[in-house]
C-alpha cells in the first residue's frame, strides 16, 4: 500500500522540507479520499460493472499558497497511472492533436484526442487551470465530457473560482455547460492559507540587479533554483492566432531574455498574455536603452506596464538602475514612468497581494 497524503505531508514536515500550514492540512482529506478509492481494485465481475471512479477535485485560491505543492505531493503517493502537467501547456497539446485531426478530415477531431489522453492515465493533475483563450473554451468542455466518460480522474488547481473561469470571454454562454460540468464531476474546495509561499522564497532576495555582470548571473541562477527546484518546462501561450514560446517556466514562474520578449514582433496583446499566466517573470539581460534600439525600449515599457497592471512578481538583470536605464534620445522623458514603475516593483511588498488587487498609479 502507498503511504497516505496526511502521513507523506507529516513526514515532509518532521524532515523540515515544509513548514505546517493549517489550510494546507484542511485540504489533505480531499486528496486522500481520492488516492484511497483509486488504491482499491477498479475490476468487474462477470455480471458486475466496475466502482465508479470517484469525484475529482477543483483547488481553488491564491496565489502562492501551496496549491501545486499539495498537488505534487498527492501524485507522489498515486499506484495508478497519472499525469500531472501545467493547464496551458495541455491545451496546447491538445489544440496541436485537434488541428492534426482536421487535417486528416475527421468528422469529431476532438474524439480521438480524448481517447488517446483518457488511454494513457487514470488521473489527470492539471496546474494552474485558466480559461482565456477562444479556441481553448471552445474544445475543453467536450473534451472534459469524454475524459469523464472514459473514467478520467481530474485534479486541478486554480486561481480562480469555476464560476470566474473565461469570465467576459466572448461568447462565454457557450463556455458556461463545462462549468457545470466540473461541478458534477468534481469536488470545489478553497485553499485559505493566508501566506504567500512563493513570495516567502523571494523574501528578503535582492529582486534587480545591476550591472549585468557575473554575480548578477550568479544571483539570478540562485533565485531561479528557489523558484523552480531545477524543475522547468517550455510553456507556448497562445496569443490571438500566434504563439508566445516560453522556454523555462516552473509553477507559474519564468524566465527569459530580454531579447526574447523585446527583441521580437510581440505586442500588448502577447505581454497580457504573459502577464496574465506567469505569477513572477524573470527577466535577464536588460541592455541600456536609447535611439539604437528604441523598438525594442519601446517594446519593455509596455512589458512592464502589463506586468504592473497584473501585479506579476518581477526579478530583473540590467546594464543600470532604472533610472540611468534610458538617459538620452526620443522617449527618454516617457521613460521615466517605467523606471518609477521599476523602482516600485522592486520594493518587498510589491505582489503581496492578490493580482487584481494589485496596486495602480494614483
Not at 242 to 256: C, D, I, P, V
Request: overall charge negative; proline content about 6%.
Amino acid at each position: 500500500m502507498s503511504e497516505t497524503l496526511p502521513a507523506l505531508y507529516a513526514r515532509r514536515v518532521a524532515e523540515d522540507a515544509l513548514e505546517p500550514d493549517p489550510a494546507q492540512e484542511e485540504a489533505l482529506p480531499a486528496f486522500e479520499r481520492i488516492r484511497a478509492e483509486l488504491a482499491k481494485p477498479r475490476k468487474g465481475g462477470l455480471f458486475r460493472k466496475p466502482p465508479p471512479p470517484p469525484k475529482g477535485l477543483y483547488l481553488w485560491g491564491g496565489v502562492g499558497r501551496g496549491k501545486s505543492m499539495l498537488m505534487d505531493l498527492f501524485v507522489e503517493t498515486l499506484d495508478v497511472p497519472a499525469r500531472r502537467v501545467h493547464f496551458h501547456a495541455f491545451m496546447q497539446e491538445v489544440q496541436a492533436g485537434v488541428h492534426a485531426e482536421r487535417q486528416k478530415g475527421r468528422d469529431d477531431p476532438i474524439a480521438p484526442v480524448a481517447k488517446r489522453v483518457s488511454d494513457s492515465v487514470t488521473l489527470f493533475a492539471f496546474d494552474e487551470m485558466q480559461i482565456t483563450d477562444i479556441a481553448d473554451a471552445m474544445i475543453v468542455g467536450r473534451l472534459f465530457e469524454k475524459l469523464f466518460a472514459a473514467g478520467c480522474v481530474v485534479v486541478t488547481t486554480s486561481n480562480r473560482v469555476p464560476d470566474d473561469l473565461y469570465k467576459d470571454g466572448l461568447n462565454r454562454h457557450l463556455f458556461l455547460p463545462f462549468i457545470e460540468v466540473l461541478k458534477e464531476n468534481m469536488e470545489v474546495r478553497e485553499l485559505t492559507a493566508a501566506r504567500d509561499y512563493r513570495l516567502d522564497r523571494l523574501s528578503g532576495t535582492e529582486v534587480y540587479f545591476a550591472p549585468n555582470d557575473a554575480r548578477a548571473r550568479s544571483e539570478i541562477d540562485a533565485v531561479w533554483q528557489r523558484l523552480s527546484g531545477g524543475q522547468e518546462e517550455a510553456l507556448t501561450l497562445s496569443v490571438q492566432g500566434r504563439t508566445l514560446e516560453l522556454q523555462r517556466f516552473s509553477n507559474g514562474a519564468a524566465r527569459a531574455t530580454f531579447y526574447e520578449l523585446c527583441g521580437k514582433a510581440l505586442g500588448p496583446a502577447d505581454y497580457l498574455k504573459l502577464a496574465e499566466t506567469v505569477r513572477v517573470l524573470v527577466l535577464e539581460d536588460v541592455p541600456r536603452l536609447g535611439r539604437q534600439n528604441f523598438n525594442e525600449a519601446k517594446r519593455f515599457v509596455t512589458l512592464i506596464d502589463a506586468l504592473y497592471e497584473a501585479g506579476t512578481r518581477l526579478i530583473v538583470s540590467a546594464a543600470a538602475e532604472p533610472d540611468y536605464l534610458y538617459i538620452e534620445g526620443a522617449g527618454a522623458f516617457e521613460f521615466e514612468r517605467t523606471a518609477s514603475r521599476l523602482m516600485e516593483m522592486r520594493s518587498e511588498a510589491w505582489g503581496a497581494d492578490e493580482k487584481s488587487g494589485a496596486p495602480k498609479d494614483p
